[in-house]
């Protein structure tokens, strides 16, 4: 990586290091949509109405593998604690419909 050279990753400074980080949505291949880079894209993004629904029904994505989303572990948190009614209300909507 030179100066100036366009990122596609994130790259995090700490302590003199460096580390470049890609998500690990390989497995949502074929089953949500992710942007160039890899990232799960939800919300309208996604013609959802719901901020953290995927492209795929019952599939929801937060933190750092969210495309658009601020990668630090304190706003991955709070997006995982704001996640779990809507996945519980998704279950009890599905559960409720017939067949």
């Known amino acids: 990586m030179d100066i100036g050279e366009p990122l596609d990753r994130f790259v995090y400074v700490a302590e003199g290091e460096i580390e470049v980080v890609d998500p690990y949505t390989?497995?949502?291949s074929g089953l949500a949509a992710t942007d160039a880079k890899g990232f799960a894209?939800?919300?309208?993004?996604?013609?959802?109405?719901?901020?953290?629904?995927?492209?795929?029904?019952g599939i929801f994505a937060v933190g750092d593998v969210r495309a658009g989303s601020v990668k630090r572990v304190a706003s991955a948190v709070g997006e995982g604690s704001v996640v779990v009614s809507r996945i519980w209300q998704y279950l009890k909507d599905t559960r409720a419909k017939p067949g």
């Open 26 to 28: 390989g497995w949502l």
């Open 41 to 57: 894209i939800t919300g309208a993004g996604a013609g959802q109405a719901d901020d953290y629904a995927t492209t795929a029904p």
